[in-house]
C-alpha cells in the first residue's frame, strides 16, 4: 500500500504519461483486427508514450502487450531490445515474435535476453539451430572443469566483523592458492558426448519432418510478380494470360495450365496454387472469380475457403511435382516426336478449346443450376 502513496510523489506530468501509455496500450487490445492505419498509429503513438513514462508503467505497458496477437513489427522489435528488466515477458511469451526477430534479438542484446526466449512455449528448429550456435541454449558441458559452488560462493562473500589486517593476510593467502575445481571423468564425458549426439540428430530430423512453411527449398515457389498477375488476371477474367502466367509459374508448357482450369470444380487449380505457396485469401480469390459457384457460402465460409482448408499443403507440392514431371514427358515444345514403326510422327496433344470460352459454359451451367434449386 505504502507504494501506492509513493506514487503520488512523482511528477505530475509523468503519471499523466504514465496515464495516457496505458489508455492507449488498453485501446489497442481492444481492437481484435486493427487495420494498416492503426498499426501505424500505435506505432506513432508508442514510442515517445514510452519513453515519457516511468519503469512501472514501461513494464506494465511490456506485460499486457505480451498477451496482444497483432503488435506492429516496429512495436516489437523496440520492446524486444529493451533491457531485460522490461523485455522478458515479451520475449518469454508473444505471439507476434517472428523467427527472425527472436534471433537477432539474441544476437544482438545478450545472454539475458537469449535466456528469455528460451523460456517459449514453442521454438521452430529455425530458432534452436541459432541459439545453439550461440550457446545459449544445450550448450556441451564435457571436458569443461565445474568450480565447487561452496567455494565459490565462499570466495566471493568475505567473512563479517574482519579486521583489515585480517582481510589482507587473508588475501595474501588466497593469492597463491588455485581454485579447487573438479573434472568430469572421461565416461562421464563420453556419455555428454553421445548424448549431445544424439540430441543434435533428433533436431536434425525434427527439422526434416516439420518442415517451416518459410523453408521452400527445392520446391517450386509463386513470385510475388507471379502471384500479382494471376490475380490481376483472374479478377479480368483473362483465361488466356492467366493460363501462361501458371504455365510460367509451373515452368511447364502451356497445355498443362489449360489441363488444370478445364477442371470446372476447381480442384486442380486450387492444388496448384496451395503447392507453389500462394496465399490462400489469393487462391480464394482467384477461385472465386475463375469459377463463381465456388463463391457461394455455406455455414458462413465460401465453398473456396472450404475446398482451400481441405488440402494438404505436403500433397499438393507432390502432386504438383508430378504433374510437372508427366508434362515433361510428354509435351517437348520444339523437339521432333518419336516416330513408330511405321514412320508415322507421334499424335500432338488434342486441341482443346479456348479457357475463355470454357469459363463462359461455367458460369451458364452455374446459372441454370442455381435457377433449378430456387425452384
Excluded at 565416461?187 to 533436431?203: H, P, T, W, Y
Excluded at 520444339?334 to 511405321?342: A, M, Q, V, Y
Aim: proline share 7%.
Amino acid at each position: 500500500m505504502s507504494s501506492r502513496f509513493r506514487e503520488l510523489e512523482n511528477p505530475v506530468g509523468v503519471r499523466k504519461k504514465d496515464v495516457v501509455l496505458m489508455a492507449t496500450v488498453t485501446s489497442f487490445e481492444e481492437i481484435a483486427f486493427p487495420t494498416k492505419s492503426e498499426l501505424r498509429q500505435f506505432a506513432e503513438l508508442f514510442t515517445p508514450l514510452f519513453h515519457a513514462s516511468s519503469e512501472e508503467a514501461k513494464r506494465q505497458a511490456v506485460a499486457a502487450l505480451s498477451q496482444c496477437p497483432t503488435v506492429p513489427t516496429a512495436v516489437a522489435l523496440f520492446i524486444a531490445s529493451q533491457p531485460i528488466g522490461i523485455a522478458a515477458p515479451f520475449l518469454a511469451s508473444s505471439p507476434c515474435l517472428s523467427d527472425d526477430i527472436l534471433i537477432m534479438v539474441a544476437r544482438t542484446q545478450g545472454a539475458a535476453h537469449a535466456r528469455a526466449i528460451v523460456k517459449r512455449e514453442a521454438l521452430s528448429p529455425t530458432v534452436i539451430d541459432a541459439l545453439v550456435g550461440m550457446r545459449h541454449l544445450d550448450t556441451p558441458k564435457g571436458r569443461m572443469p565445474v568450480e565447487r559452488p561452496a567455494m565459490a560462493a565462499r570466495a566471493m562473500a568475505p567473512a563479517p566483523f574482519e579486521k583489515p589486517a585480517d582481510m589482507k593476510e587473508a588475501a595474501a593467502a588466497k593469492l597463491p592458492a588455485e581454485p579447487m575445481t573438479e573434472t568430469v571423468s572421461p565416461d562421464e564425458a563420453s556419455r555428454m558426448e553421445r548424448e549431445e549426439k544424439l540430441r543434435g540428430e533428433i533436431k536434425r530430423l525434427a527439422a526434416h519432418v516439420n518442415r517451416p512453411p518459410a523453408d521452400r527449398l527445392g520446391l517450386r515457389t509463386v513470385t510475388s510478380l507471379q502471384e500479382a498477375l494471376l490475380v490481376r488476371f483472374a479478377r479480368n477474367r483473362e483465361a488466356s494470360l492467366f493460363a501462361s502466367t501458371l504455365a510460367d509459374t509451373l515452368s511447364s508448357s502451356h497445355w498443362l495450365a489449360e489441363r488444370i482450369l478445364l477442371d470446372i470444380s476447381g480442384r486442380q487449380l486450387a492444388t496448384t496454387l496451395v503447392g507453389v505457396a500462394m496465399a490462400q485469401d489469393e487462391i480464394a480469390f482467384v477461385l472465386k472469380s475463375l469459377y463463381p459457384h465456388l463463391a457461394r457460402d455455406e455455414g458462413g465460409l465460401s465453398r473456396a475457403v472450404r475446398l482451400i482448408e481441405s488440402l494438404d499443403p505436403i500433397e499438393c507440392e507432390e502432386r504438383v511435382d508430378t504433374w510437372r514431371r508427366a508434362d515433361s514427358y510428354t509435351f517437348h515444345p520444339g523437339h521432333p516426336r518419336d516416330e513408330g514403326k511405321n514412320g508415322a510422327t507421334s499424335a500432338q496433344p488434342q486441341a482443346i478449346k479456348p479457357v475463355s470460352s470454357i469459363l463462359k459454359t461455367i458460369d451458364e451451367h452455374s446459372r441454370q443450376v442455381l435457377k433449378a434449386r430456387q425452384r
